[in-house]
């Protein structure tokens, strides 16, 4: 079954207004939203293999990983922006670059802009020149999609994020933190300290890489920055928190059948379980169906989240996505870092 572009927009209404919905209104918009979703397949799948030669040609330890975008991220995004049609919605699919440190990421911005890239970029936000006072920083590219061979696809659009290390770090600690507390501190929203002791941090980490601080801390210097980032850290016991976030899923990994290609991560977050269900190249269209199908179990679960990955390795998926195992030691690594760093600084 296929949907035109207006009956997917339709679909985005139905579910910005699903409580007032029949139950076969909402299958529809289900329906519809699978369908959608699909389609993004091979424009998410050619956008890797471009990535990974790219990517991997200027370090071969980068990490590539693609995700199709959760219905509860697509219906907050509908009612977060006014005006969004769901057609319209330019990050449905997503790749995410994780690379070594700055320099590498703007090489692999160069190189996708002037290497004759037959996608057309229709987007740019550098949030590294221009960190979010969130403390978000990144570089994302959004393409409109152009194959001669695949002219089916043409026109839809991905969304590529690509990170520093340090910046995934913390980037996922702030995921994480945001799963337990039901909000999203990466748009600026919930708690107070959060807020307060993740710019901070994020600040904190511009100066290791030598980049543009986050606003309203950017008149502070690096010892001023980190002595206000640890005294959060202290004051609102952070560590005590992140730490009982945080599980090993070691044993889950080793349990996946690396020969799929498409895994739907399920978290349950009262529990602190992760459970993996894989896939096929050849079975992208179950897996996106069996996705829409959890999304609806989900909806009756309010301690579960899913999302649909795909990666080389089921290793390569815990270190995209690691908030989805609640894997924050990278993160406390770095604070412990940046004690060490003050003390440097006060000559102790």
Known sequence: MTFSKNQINKAGEVFKDRDSMSAEEIKNAEDALTYWRT?????????????????????????????????????????????????????????????????????????????????????????IKEPKKSGYRGIHLVYKYNNPVKSESNGLHIEVQIRTKLQHIWAT??????????????????????????????SAFSFVENSPSVPKYENKDERETLELAIYEYNYNNINENLSAYSVAANFICNKVDESKKYHIVTLDTKARQVKIDSFTDSEIDLANKKYTEIERQNSKISTNQSVLVSTESIHELQEGFPNYFLDIKDFLTQMESMKKKLLILKGK
């Open 39 to 127: 389609i993004h397949s091979p424009v998410i799948s050619d956008f890797h293999d471009v990535l990974k030669k790219v990517a991997y040609a200027i370090n071969k330890k980068s990490v590539i990983v693609q995700r199709i975008k959760r219905s509860h991220s697509i219906i907050r995004k509908l009612n977060r922006m006014d005006g969004m049609k769901l057609a319209r919605m330019q990050d449905i699919a997503g790749i995410r670059v994780i690379l070594k440190d700055i320099k590498e990421v703007y090489k692999l911005v160069d190189t996708l802009k002037t290497n004759g890239f037959i996608h057309e970029l229709k987007n740019e936000k550098d949030y």
């Open 173 to 202: 600690a702030v995921e994480t933190i945001s799963t337990f507390l039901g909000t999203h501190l990466k748009f600026d929203e919930g708690q107070p300290k959060w807020l307060k002791y993740f710019a901070l941090t994020s």
